[in-house]
């Protein structure tokens, strides 16, 4: 009999953000190791669901047979922490952690507190937990009160692709991410502001229905700049790696990432990076790749900018290291074989 699983999420598990483009390739490449893998939607709103949804999820958690093993995605078991902690004995909880939900960019205080509060009470109701990069894991060691012996990193994948062409007479910069505070696309839109005497274009992809909020406010920013003629907010994109082929540069200016997978397929694309020192972003983009700004600083992301585009020598060199450092990231095959020996001892 092959080895079954409950994965438990939240939302639209087709939605086109990194962390459940994580969680689809992940199941797949389980369910291709041999592991039956059972998919439980939660419902949506996590982690700010209605009193209805979070007792529906509940629910359904609560319903499960004894000795479950139910990995449930961190964007939902963050605030499921009165059901981890009556179930914590019945069932073989693990959680998967992208990254801890107070760290989330735009939250007022009361939030902040109540996410972490929450967050730390359901992780101590785990058998285990994944998580998708070693800064994250840090983390939960350090404010969350979880030892390394509790936590196992389970790096997102990267499959092998020819590097972009690059060489563009208007150089394109790419950046991908969703239209949320976080991602810093506004620091990116100041940034390109302070380049605008140089020849380049920008597209932006990202969502769009995550925070509409965020989206016309980066939209009149666009128009307040007078960047529409050379910036694109394209939303989201069917095939992401046409426009990373496409690209000269890839720019994201988050403000924290638990990852950031995106700069991971820019470094496989062979793209110089600029980014933000935030989270795990010095983790994943090697110094000889890219050039790490502080967050939240436009400034210093425009200069940057300017110096890779100024310098067609500079940015082949980071070019060459992107996408050397693009092919020692590990495959989806790879990375879901670390999380399914671990599994293995729950199961």
């Given at each position: 009999m092959s080895p079954s699983l409950v994965f438990a999420y939240p939302g639209d598990l087709m939605t086109k953000t990194g962390g459940y483009a994580y969680d689809r390739h992940i199941v797949s490449e389980l369910r291709s190791a041999g592991w039956t893998v059972n998919m439980m939607p939660l419902g949506l709103g996590f982690p700010y669901p209605r009193e209805r949804d979070l007792r529906n999820a509940e629910s359904l958690i609560a319903a499960l047979p004894d000795e479950t093993v139910l990995l449930v995605d961190g964007l939902a078991y963050g605030v499921l922490h009165e059901v981890a902690e009556r179930e914590r004995e019945r069932l073989r909880i693990l959680a998967l952690v992208h990254h801890p939900l107070a760290l989330e960019t735009g939250l007022d205080p009361a939030d902040r507190v109540r996410l972490e509060v929450s967050e730390r009470l359901a992780l101590t109701c785990t058998r285990h937990v994944f998580v998708t990069s070693p800064a994250t894991a840090k983390t939960l060691e350090s404010s969350y009160g979880l030892t390394s012996s509790h936590i196992t990193v389970v790096l997102p994948g990267t499959e092998p692709v020819q590097p972009a062409q690059r060489g563009s007479d208007v150089p394109h910069i790419v950046s991908v991410g969703s239209l949320t505070p976080r991602k810093g696309h506004d620091v990116l839109l100041r940034a390109l502001d302070t380049v605008r005497d140089l020849p380049w274009r920008a597209t932006i992809v990202g969502s769009e229905k995550l925070e509409p909020a965020t989206a016309r406010t980066l939209r009149a920013l666009v128009k307040e700049l007078d960047l529409e003629d050379r910036v694109v907010l394209a939303g989201e994109i069917d095939d992401v790696g046409e426009v990373f082929a496409s690209a000269d540069l890839f720019a994201l200016a988050?403000?924290?990432?638990?990852?950031?997978?995106?700069?991971?397929?820019?470094?496989?694309?062979?793209?110089?990076?600029?980014?933000?020192?935030?989270?795990?972003?010095?983790?994943?983009?090697?110094?000889?790749?890219?050039?790490?700004?502080?967050?939240?600083?436009?400034?210093?992301?425009?200069?940057?900018?300017?110096?890779?585009?100024?310098?067609?020598?500079?940015?082949?060199?980071?070019?060459?290291?992107a996408y050397a450092a693009g092919r020692q990231l590990p495959t989806w095959a790879q990375s879901a074989s670390v999380l399914s020996d671990r599994l293995k001892d729950f199961a």
């Open positions: 988050s403000r924290y990432e638990g990852y950031g997978m995106v700069f991971a397929e820019a470094l496989a694309h062979g793209l110089p990076v600029i980014a933000c020192r935030a989270g795990a972003v010095p983790d994943v983009v090697p110094a000889g790749a890219g050039r790490l700004v502080p967050p939240d600083d436009p400034a210093a992301f425009g200069t940057a900018l300017r110096e890779v585009l100024q310098d067609n020598d500079l940015a082949d060199q980071m070019a060459k290291a």
